[in-house]
């Protein structure tokens, strides 16, 4: 079972926003300062993780310090070689 998941906190100069590349399912986040986006990850980012990476029978019979998922937030982009 995967303990540990990257977000990537990506500015966009044109829009003025950072947006999010994840390794989350479902994780799309925007916002107008970086406080902002981190707040929004830490908010959604264990919900989607245990709603789209984790099945009833990963989590059965698990005690629950070992599934809590660490969320690795990091500016620049999750892949480098996408432009």
Same mark, same amino acid.
């Given at each position: ?6 977000v990537a906190a990506v ?5 003025? =926003? ?6 989350? #399912?479902?994780? &799309?986040?925007?916002?107008?300062s970086l406080e902002e986006? +981190?707040? %929004? =990850? ?6 989607? #993780?245990?709603? &789209? ?8 019979? +698990?005690? %629950?310090?070992?599934?809590?998922p660490a969320v690795v #937030? ?10």
């Open positions: 079972m995967k303990r540990s998941f990257k500015w966009d100069p044109e829009a003025e =926003v950072w947006f999010s590349e994840s390794e989350i #399912i479902g994780l &799309n986040i925007e916002a107008g986006f +981190v707040d %929004l =990850v830490n908010e959604f980012a264990p919900d989607l #993780i245990v709603s &789209n990476h984790y099945s009833e029978r990963d989590l059965s019979g +698990v005690a %629950l310090r070992d599934i809590i #937030i990091f500016e620049g982009r999750l892949n480098p070689k996408v432009a």
